[in-house]
Nanobody, 123 residues
Framework: QLVLVESGGGLVQAGGSLRLSCTAS????????MAWFRQAPGKERELVGT???????AYTESVEGRFTISRDNAKNAVYLQMNSLKPEDTAVYYC?????????????????WGQGTQVTVAS
């Protein structure tokens, strides 16, 4: 059983940067596909981006060029570097893992979730 823990959220001014981390407090990432999702108040959970075991990445259009996902398999860690933050990026950010080498854009296809970390971008 993989238990994920996110950290690094907080309050930042528009245009600023944050780096989120996701680590395994129990279990290992193995060759699981990993992803970051986010959920703003009153909205559905949406995909931010994905990363495979071999570190191939894909991003939703709204964050392309501003956000970067990376992973360190030896440390069982996944990171989300967020630059040029906008108020519309405000949300709870979740790390997710899937028992499959191929990522998915659908939240329901992920097997493991962290508790989430709040990111607030002030205008």
């Amino acid at each position: 059983q993989l238990v994920l823990v996110e950290s690094g959220g907080g309050l930042v001014q528009a245009g600023g940067s944050l780096r989120l981390s996701c680590t395994a407090s129990r279990g290992t990432f193995r060759r699981y596909a990993m992803a970051w999702f986010r959920q703003a108040p009153g909205k559905e959970r949406e995909l931010v981006g994905t990363i495979t075991w071999s570190t191939s990445t894909a991003y939703t259009e709204s964050v392309e060029g501003r956000f970067t996902i990376s992973r360190d398999n030896a440390k069982n860690a996944v990171y989300l570097q967020m630059n040029s933050l906008k108020p519309e990026d405000t949300a709870v950010y979740y790390c997710a893992g899937r028992r499959n080498i191929d990522p998915s854009s659908l939240a329901r296809e992920y097997d493991f979730w962290g508790q989430g970390t709040q990111v607030t971008v002030a205008s």
